[in-house]
């Protein structure tokens, strides 16, 4: 079976192929990098051994499913000690990440279809969005509670306004003459928006999804500080009071893990579908 087409080009099972690969290289190269960074803040600052700990110790931690003492005093494997938390924060993360992105597509959508929703919209969106999430957090928690409302309404509102500039961008890309060719076939902006407006902002959409994966759970993280739910946020609150700094370092490593590998997976289902569907050029 050949790779190349007679014209020199690469076949659709080879660009598929390139699709998937690219993005597992981009995690090794982030993996290595952020090992070697790791390493090297280390090396170069004067913190104190008993409260920091070194690629290989927690690696090794981690590779040998170690004892460690948790927040109830007891010992426990490490990955029974992270797992738990993690599960819960990749949920309220979950929650909040399908809210925040279905939000802003809705949103996206009606200021496309209107420039008075855009205007009225927009600002608000903007204001919101320069206040740091910190201060935002306490006053979400007295309006909804000390629960999970409130984590999954941070995590969402981390989520909604890069996504929503992303995808009003690219519904706004359609160009003037695709909406001609619409009009002339009777058709109106509904259908200029659904034929032509949401496919070309796919990849807008895949790139709101990629930024989204982790700005959800970095939302879902910071609210965990402030409620009492079974998370990461609230175990490293606790593990850092007590003293407790194999259980926050492995806490960190298996979220920070998580995190990455949720965005390679955004990135890798992103690139199968555009080169599916032959929208190899917004790869690039």
Known sequence: MTTLTPAGRTTPALRRAGAL?????????VLVALLGGWALL??????????????????DLLRRNAPIKTVDGEDAAVWSAVLPPLGQTLIDAGIGFAAGLLTAIGIATATYLSRGVEAATMPVAMV???????????????????????VAVMSGIVVLFPALITISFGLRSVSAQMQDVIAVYGGGTWDVLRRVAYPSALPAIFAAIRISVPGAITGALIAEFYTTTDSVGKAVNQALALYLYDLVWSLLVVTTLASILLYVLA???????????????ALS
């Open 42 to 59: 280390l090396a170069l600052t004067d913190a104190p051994d008993f409260t920091v700990r070194g690629p290989g110790e927690i690696l």
């Open 128 to 150: 919101v969005r320069t206040v740091p999430l910190v201060a935002l957090a306490p006053v979400i928690t007295l309006i909804f509670g000390n629960g999970f409302a409130t």
């Open 21 to 29: 690969l690219l993005p597992l290289l981009n995690l090794a190269v």
């Open 267 to 281: 990135q890798i289902v992103e690139r199968a579908l555009l080169v599916r569907y032959g929208m190899e050029k």
